[in-house]
């Protein structure tokens, strides 16, 4: 069996990492990286590749800074050209991004099978570009890997079915939960920052946020509330820099990082306080490790950590987010490992691809 992986972002790469491990057991499967470049930053891509030990990638595309269209557009072009010349039995792709989209597309053209893992997710908001990417990868994919029993319903509630008379999603659980708990014993402190013995880890980098002056505004005003009781670390994204220089908006007040490599971001979680982020995967790996979440938005897609009472959405006002923050004290909350699985999704994975292949 030859299997095409498409990758273009830090989560993907640390699923990818995981699903890699299982996959290196078997010879007679071979995976054939692709790397779209839409992380471009090498704090942000290669150290994952060299920390997680995932096989380089055979291609890398060097598609980034972009808009939409334009970015998935050339990857679909450049993606095609590399199934053409590989004759793939399967294109995997992961999550919601704009290369997961570009590596399914250029697959169902050529009549090559998708797996989609992540599959099923909704934050319902089709304002984000994400949302859209997670649908119409849900609806060409030939096998589904969703990680939660929501998003089984949500794929159901949308009538996807089941192509040529064999399952087409099936519940395996997440991936980034069997990751998190295997590279956490590699887990290592950044080195040359002045840390706090506490503090609050936050991360802001989505569009909704960033490209909004009057919400990045509030987000940061309510950071600098919380840096006069406790230290606040936050690495910078890119495009987040750089919309912070343009609107000259003040840091003075918080630790400011570079991008990290997962590792370090795993230490960091696991000695924080809490966590505040935009970020899907950070919601996912603040619970992993026990932390409370407070996210900066409006919905999530992972609605059963906001059911448990371990996340909460609260926004991007400063109000909102001082309320919830600083009542965290009062709360007694319950971190239930179970509802992403038994920490064998990448197992899981594997083994519908061979029966399917078979």
Known sequence: MKIVTVLGARPQFIKAGTVSRVISSYSDIQEIIVHTGQHYDSNMSDVFFDELKIPKPAYNLGISSKSHGAMTGRMIEEIESILIKEKPDYVLVYGDTN???????????????????????????KKMPEEINRILTDNISNLLFCPTESAV????????????????????????QDGAFFYSQYASKPINYDLADKYVLCTIHR?????????????????????KKVQVILPLHPRTKNK??????????FLIMSPLGYLNMIWLIKNSLCVITDSGGLQKEAFFFEKICLTIRDE??????????????????????????????????EFDQSIYGDGLSSCKIISALIEDYN
Do not use: C, Y
């Open 244 to 253: 912070l220089i343009e609107l000259e908006i003040d840091l003075s007040n």
């Open 300 to 333: 999530t897609e992972w609605v059963e950590l906001v059911e448990h009472g371990v996340n909460f959405l609260v926004g991007t006002s400063k109000k909102s987010v001082l309320e919830v923050f600083n009542n965290l004290q009062s709360l007694d909350v």
């Open 99 to 125: 290369s997961t989209l570009a590596g399914a597309l250029a697959a169902a053209k050529l009549q090559i099978k998708v797996a989609h893992v992540e599959a099923g997710l909704r934050s319902f908001n």
């Open 207 to 227: 569009a909704e946020n960033v490209d909004s002056e009057k919400k990045l505004i509030e987000i940061i005003s309510a950071l600098n509330a919380i840096s």
């Open 153 to 176: 319903l949500n794929l159901n509630n949308e009538g996807v079915k089941s192509w040529g008379g064999r399952p087409k999603h099936f519940l395996v659980g997440d991936v980034m």
